[in-house]
């Protein structure tokens, strides 16, 4: 049974900083592409940031590129979202997921939840102003 768990969220003044983590299980996940996603009150889900599990390029939405990064650990199994210099913006549940078909495509990842098989259920970040 494969499970992503994310842990890390809280509260956090503007301008702090969290790291945000993944754990996977049930499955192997080379190959995969580990994406994370937010969604603020009212607003779709939307793509923060994405790497290949096996390696490669990292991928960031425009709103967070300079500020998020995406790492992996392999041997926890766990891939990692540090955030630094938090807005309020950021304020949103972040959900992490597992893609099994775009790390081959020519893009190299997806920004498309629907391309995404497997989701944890969420962690909660709000950033204070």
């Known amino acids: 049974q494969v499970q992503l768990v994310e842990s890390g969220g809280g509260l956090v003044q503007a301008g702090g900083s969290l790291r945000l983590s993944c754990a996977a299980s049930?499955?192997?996940?080379?190959?995969?592409?580990m994406g994370w996603f937010r969604q603020a009150p009212g607003k779709e889900r939307e793509f923060v940031s994405a790497?290949?599990?096996?390696?490669?390029?990292?991928y960031y939405a425009d709103s967070v590129k300079g500020r998020f990064t995406i790492s992996r650990d392999n041997a926890k199994s766990t891939v990692y979202l540090q955030m630094n210099s938090l807005k309020p913006e950021d304020t949103a549940v972040y959900y992490c997921?597992?893609?099994?078909?775009?790390?081959?495509?020519?893009?190299?990842?997806?920004?498309?939840?629907?391309?995404?098989?497997?989701w944890g259920q969420g962690t909660q970040v709000t950033v204070s102003s």
């Open positions: 790497r290949g599990w096996s390696g490669g390029r990292l």
């Open positions: 049930g499955r192997t996940f080379s190959g995969y592409v």
């Open positions: 997921a597992a893609d099994g078909l775009s790390y081959y495509s020519s893009r190299g990842y997806s920004e498309r939840e629907s391309d995404y098989d497997y």
